[in-house]
């Protein structure tokens, strides 16, 4: 077992370090405050190739492995996970579906737009209703001759307002269950998509998320994504690929909090030395340590069997759940050691302690993964008995 990264990995590391600490860093703490939406960081990270890592060459992606990808979510989330994030649904919920379940038409003709930065894209699954329970979703997809007219309400909407090409799942009758729903490449440059005001949210500030209502959408009658009436597995399977960017943006966010910790620690004198002298933090800082690292490597084993054949739900599902669930006990755990200014906007470590609140809940609640890996194990369970 080799756990050292390839010549690429390493320079997409080092490259999008450098990117995160020379354009990420200075404005990070503004955008938390104003809230804006870097429109100049996003054109710069398509000219750098990030917005379509995993795309092939051939239609116009950076053609690169998946690990490389986690490793560039994690570089930007350590500096700015509300871009980091933006980035991850672009490349993982919307260029990974079309990649991987799209005809050959639909490749050339989304791909090159998205993975350049020319368009941004999203995901359209979750509704006000329909949040874990996702199959219970309302929306309604009818056949118009010759195009698809969608209409409903989508909550929680990553990169709406900003983005262009959403992947969208909606239902031909409710009464059909998981079988009546199919998934759609929406363009949300028409008057039928309508995007409500940005939420106001606890943390990712900068990161655009809204909901939006669709009034006799069209969707062209070649943008079907998969076949009719199975879309639920698009939607599934891509949360499956979805995840693990959640969990490198969680290992991304706790490696920045442990750094923050840890300068702090270095620099702040209690008692007559620095608090890193004193064993109940240096003991703490060794935890948050080994716990960031036991996340990552669940994470590179988690992205090793995405490229195994079969399903990898149980390895996406255990890898977003532990890095998620450890990044918040390491961030609070840096903020306890920053004592009365951990608590002050003028330090970063504020800012973590909000922005990671929300890496157990999206992509699938904490609660959600649990589900997933359990039924994985009675399926388990069953070719035992
Ligand atoms: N990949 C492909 N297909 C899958 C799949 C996967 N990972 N998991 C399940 N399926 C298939 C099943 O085989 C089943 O198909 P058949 O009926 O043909 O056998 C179908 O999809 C329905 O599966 P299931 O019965 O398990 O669906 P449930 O309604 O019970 O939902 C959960 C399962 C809860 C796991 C799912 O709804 C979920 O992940 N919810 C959270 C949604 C979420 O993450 N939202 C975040 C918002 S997106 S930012």
Redesign the pocket.
């Known amino acids: 077992m080799d756990f050292a990264l390839d010549d690429q990995q390493r320079m997409v590391q080092e490259m999008v370090r450098s990117f995160a600490e020379d354009r990420l860093r200075p404005g990070a703490a503004e955008r938390d405050r104003t809230g804006e939406f870097p429109h100049e960081i996003f054109e710069e990270m398509g000219e750098l190739g990030l917005l379509g890592m995993f795309v092939p060459e051939e239609y116009g992606g950076a053609g690169m492995d998946l690990l490389s990808y986690l490793l560039a979510v994690e570089e930007l989330a350590r500096v700015d996970a509300s871009v980091a994030v933006g980035m991850s649904v672009t490349n993982s919920?919307c260029c990974y579906p079309i990649l991987t379940f799209g005809t050959e038409e639909q490749k050339r003709r989304y791909l090159p737009e998205l993975a350049s930065g020319r368009a941004i894209g999203g995901?359209m699954?979750?509704e006000p209703h329909a949040?874990?329970?996702?199959?219970s979703l309302k929306t309604r997809y009818r056949d118009a001759g010759d195009h698809w007219v969608l209409d409903g309400s989508k909550a929680?909407i990553?990169n709406a307002g900003v983005g262009r090409y959403f992947v969208c799942l909606a239902t031909r009758e409710p009464e059909l269950g998981?079988?009546g729903i199919s998934a759609f490449i929406l363009d949300a440059d028409q008057d039928g998509v309508i995007v409500d005001r940005p939420e106001a949210k606890m943390g990712l500030k900068s990161s655009r998320t809204a909901m939006v209502t669709l009034d006799g959408a069209r969707v062209p009658k070649d943008a079907m994504l998969g076949e009719e009436g199975r879309g639920?597995?698009v939607a599934?399977?891509t949360?499956?690929h979805?995840r693990l960017g959640i969990a490198a943006q969680a290992v991304g966010i706790a490696q920045a909090a442990l750094e923050e910790a840890l300068r702090y620690a270095s620099e702040r004198q209690q008692f007559g030395r620095p608090l890193i002298g004193h064993q109940a933090i240096a003991f703490r800082l060794a935890e948050m340590d080994t716990e960031i690292a036991a996340a990552r490597a669940l994470l590179w084993h988690a992205a090793w069997a995405a490229g195994q054949p079969g399903?990898h739900?149980r390895e996406s599902a255990r890898a977003k759940l532990y890095a998620s669930e450890m990044a918040n006990r390491v961030v609070g755990q840096a903020l306890q050691v920053h004592g009365g200014y951990g608590y002050s906007r003028e330090y970063t470590i504020e800012r973590l302690y909000r922005d990671v609140r929300v890496t157990t809940i999206?992509?699938?609640?904490s609660e959600?993964q649990k589900?997933?890996i359990s039924?994985a194990l009675a399926e388990l369970a069953g070719t035992l008995a």
């Open positions: 919920v995901f699954l979750t949040g874990s329970d996702a199959a929680w990553t998981v079988r639920f597995r599934l399977g949360l499956d979805s399903r739900s999206y992509e699938g609640t959600v589900l997933v039924r």
